[in-house]
């Protein structure tokens, strides 16, 4: 039987004076016999009842409960409700789950990192969440005295703390895997106390591209080779050819994990090739389906690699010895650091400007897919590919002029920007004047080159 004792202070009255609340007994009589008053008073309040539960079953295992609640109308009921619980688990199986009655938040926490992490990429991060969990919950928190009010206040408390919506999601997603395992593989018969929390969906749509008039781009630079040299190749290399963090470099450092990442195997400086042998929607593909994807090198990229492979001690295995995390803070602390600072860039936001300038070379969106990775077409457009306001203007009117001229000097500009548009048209003046004949000779290679560019297989959309 459960034993419930008031556990509220007592409160001491005099006529004449204020009341006054104490929270021992032997204080208040203290107090009331220093008042030397005949109508003075000492009267417990009804405000808290601890509740204490001892049950034991056959085989000496004892399950120990408690709870404060602030009526004892509270406290009955939920007395009689987990004495029913416990009693009835012993019944259907003979004795008591005294694992499920004393773990700990903190006990789970850290079996779930052994039993269902430990190995994953997500192992290393989530193992830095673990510690901040527990230590917002308290170590004595049990694991089945986690409630829906509790989860919402820790979300609160991530909002307060200026947490993103995506890192308050994956803390989330940490304590609510905990309970799917718990129920899963202990057999506990748990609510997961998530269900019914409501957290902010991330903005991952965020359309991104280096902003006008202020060198966004060059302040970028500056930043990196001024803060974390060692990050430019890693974020060149994403804006050259739309890599995401995780082809460039492993999520984490773990042994087993060891194949993620740009590897040196798969850079072929001859055939001007790089191979990533993991890619982000490998998952998707058949068994018969060759994982990861060969992109070609651009000139740029070339140099940039060559410049690593030099420096490199080994020449093989990764080419970047650094983790997705540490890049993404080293990023953030480049952007927070720049002159002046440059606000909402992420390292995802270079694959989508690299995304949209591929784009401009590789018109067909098939082939663009083919480099950048994307899953269908329709993630391409819908996420990468947002064509800008000025571009539209300018295919507006390359369509509305009849001036042949004027819609060449129109494709050269927003190929080419206006200072490369420029070079090449008095290039091709120049070199009219000189010498004509090689003139028409290079612009037949041109045309061939482009006819056989348009005559290049074409694989069907999945969609």
Known sequence: MANIANRSPWLVSCPGQESKR????SKAQAYLDSLQQPKARMVQLEESFEVQI??????????????????????????KSEEQRILAFKKANGKFDTAF??????????TLMEEHYKGKASYEENGYRVPHIVSWF???????????????????YL????????????????????????????????????????????????????????????????????????LLPIVELSLEISFRKGELVPKTLLEKHKDNGLMWEGVDFNNETIRLFK???????????????????????????????????????????????????????????ATPPIKKLTFHSMRKIASYDLSKKLSNPMLLSRVTGHKTIQVLNDRYYEVNVEDLRDMLQELDTDNTRLKG??????????????????????????????????????????????????????E
């Open 22 to 25: 104490i929270r021992l007994k």
């Open 54 to 79: 001892k049950l034991k079953d056959r085989l000496g295992n004892v399950v120990q409960e408690s709870g404060t609640f602030d009526s004892r109308a509270k406290a009955e009921a939920w007395a």
């Open 101 to 110: 009655e004393t773990m700990t938040l903190e006990e789970g926490l850290l």
């Open 138 to 156: 308290g170590k004595k928190k049990l694991l089945k005295d986690v409630t829906l009010r509790d989860m919402r206040d820790y979300r609160k």
């Open 159 to 230: 909002t307060d703390e200026g947490y993103s919506a995506s890192s308050i999601r994956n803390y989330f997603t940490v304590i609510t895997v905990l309970y799917k395992h718990a129920k899963s593989e202990w057999l506990f018969d748990i609510p997961n106390p998530t269900d019914g929390v409501k957290l902010e969906k991330p903005d991952n749509a965020i359309t991104r591209y280096w902003t006008s008039g202020d060198n966004e781009k060059e302040r970028l630079f500056e930043s990196i080779n001024r803060i974390s040299p060692w």
């Open 279 to 337: 890619e982000k929607n490998d998952h998707t593909k058949k068994n018969t389906d060759v994982k990861g994807r060969i992109v070609p090198m651009t000139k740029r990229v070339k140099e940039v690699l060559l410049a690593v492979y030099e420096a490199h001690p080994t020449k093989t295995g990764r080419v970047f010895e650094t983790s997705g995390n540490s890049v993404g803070q080293a990023f953030k602390n480049c952007c927070d650091k």
């Open 409 to 462: 000097i129109l494709v050269l500009l927003k190929l080419m920007g206006h200072e490369k548009a420029s070079e090449f048209i008095h290039f091709v003046r120049t070199a009219e004047i000189q010498n004509p004949t090689n003139m028409i000779a290079e612009l037949k290679k041109l045309s061939e080159f482009n006819e056989k560019l348009n005559a290049l297989p074409v694989p069907m959309s999945k």
